[in-house]
Structures are given as C-alpha cells and as structure tokens.
C-alpha cells in the first residue's frame, strides 16, 4: 500500500517503533514468608505522585508474514513508608518487565490504504521486581537495607489483530496468557488509532494485565497476586 508502505506484505523488513505512557492502577495482594498477604490498592494519581522515573517502549520488526518484537516496561517509585518523630522511612521500589516475541501474520486484506491483519503470537516474558527501605532517624543515624528481588520468565503465547475504521482510524486489540514461571498472567489490549500521516500513528486505548505468583515455602515464600489495569496513550513511527 503507497500510503502505507511497512503494511506491505513483501520481503521487505518493516519496522515500528512506538514509546507509550500507561497510566494503571493497582490491586490485589502480595506477601513473604507465612505472614498474613497484606492488600495493595492504589490509584494511578497515587502511583503518579510517587514515579521517580519510567521507560515504556515496543518494537517491531516483520518481513512478509513472519516478524519479531519487544516491549520494554520499567518504573522506579518511591514512597513514603513511615514518619514519625523516631523515624523517616522510604520505600524504594524498581519494576522492569521485557517481552520478547515471534508473530505470524495468518490473514490480511481490506483496504490498500489501512489494510487489516490478524497474527499469532509466542514467546517469553522476565519480570523482576526489587525494594528496599531506606531512611534515618532524628538522631541522624542512617538505615539502607539491601536489595530484595522477585523474579520469573514466563512463555505466553496469544493473538492481535488490527481492523480498519475508515482511510485513517482502525482498532487494535491483542490477548495473551503466560504462565510457567507464574502461576497464571493473562494480559488484555484495546487501542483506538489514528494515521497521522505516511509514517506517524497515534493512539489511546487500555490494557489489564493480571499476574499470580505463588512460590515457596515457608520463609522462601513470595506472594503476588495484582493486577494492573488502566488507560493509555502512544505514537509510532514506521
């Protein structure tokens, strides 16, 4: 397609790229050891407030019917945890996720100048997350704690579609279920975009993604069960 040239289904590689900013909330439970799960539900606006940093980012790459492609989520927060008139303690808390995938595209068609597509997906997705505390007290005595990590690599594998609305709009949805590492993570996509011009895409949608971890006994035990649910925003370049 002339106006769409990395739609083309040729043995040309076509590449897009396209940074986003999600805005979730967060729910569930999460716990260590045999200690009762301890309940987390916090506003995106309360995640906002405490975001020291972010990077969200996919890639894509596809020749013909066969592609590859990758996201990349990583936040840094922190947070008050305790103030009192002994103790200022803050949490630090580090989340990076990365998927890796393979696609093939089963169908395409519709219009020339936004065609539609539907690909099957596989691959594998690490998540780690790290926290610690840190903080003083009044008598200027510091407290750093080290790292504690939490992390697993899971095989997923779903689908994605794009159907087109017109010349310039089309919606995008994608589903996935992984597990393996997890006890189950199923994640769910929904994006409305809009074709700014030969090579540029905006868009908006949502994504859900629910994740439950459960593994070790006794002390050696780590607990998440959470979802993180909410809107977003995005551009690309193709």
């Known amino acids: 397609a002339q106006d769409r040239p990395t739609a083309a289904m040729d043995d040309q590689w076509h590449f897009d790229i396209a940074p986003y900013f999600w805005m ?21 606006s309360d995640l906002l407030e405490n975001l020291d940093l972010a990077l969200l980012a996919r890639f894509q790459a596809r020749k013909n019917r066969f592609g590859f492609a990758a996201d990349l989520v990583w936040m840094n927060l922190g947070a008050q945890a305790v103030d009192t008139q002994v ?42 997350v790290r926290t610690r505390l840190k903080g003083e ?14 992390d697993w ?15 310039r709009m089309a919606l995008l949805g994608r589903t996935d279920i992984a597990g393996f590492g997890s006890d189950l993570t199923w994640n769910l996509e929904g994006d409305l975009a809009f074709l700014v011009s030969r090579h540029w895409t905006i868009g908006a949608g949502w994504r ?31």
């Open 24 to 44: 979730p909330g967060v729910q569930g439970d999460v716990g260590v050891a045999n200690l009762p799960p301890v309940s987390v539900d916090a506003s995106f």
């Open 87 to 128: 103790v200022d303690l803050s949490v630090d808390f580090r989340q990076l996720v990365v998927e890796g995938i393979g696609f093939y595209r089963v169908a395409s068609g519709g219009r020339a100048d936004n065609p539609a597509h539907l690909d099957v997906l596989a691959g594998v997705r690490y998540l780690t």
């Open 137 to 150: 007290t009044t008598g200027g005595a510091a407290y750093d704690t080290s790292f504690q990590d939490l």
């Open 153 to 167: 690599v899971d095989a997923l594998a779903g689908v994605k579609f794009r159907a087109p609305l017109g010349s």
């Open 208 to 238: 859900h993604t629910d994740i439950d971890y459960d593994a070790g006994e006794g002390i050696e035990r780590r607990l998440m069960d959470v979802a993180f649910t909410g809107p977003r925003v995005w551009f690309a370049y193709s």
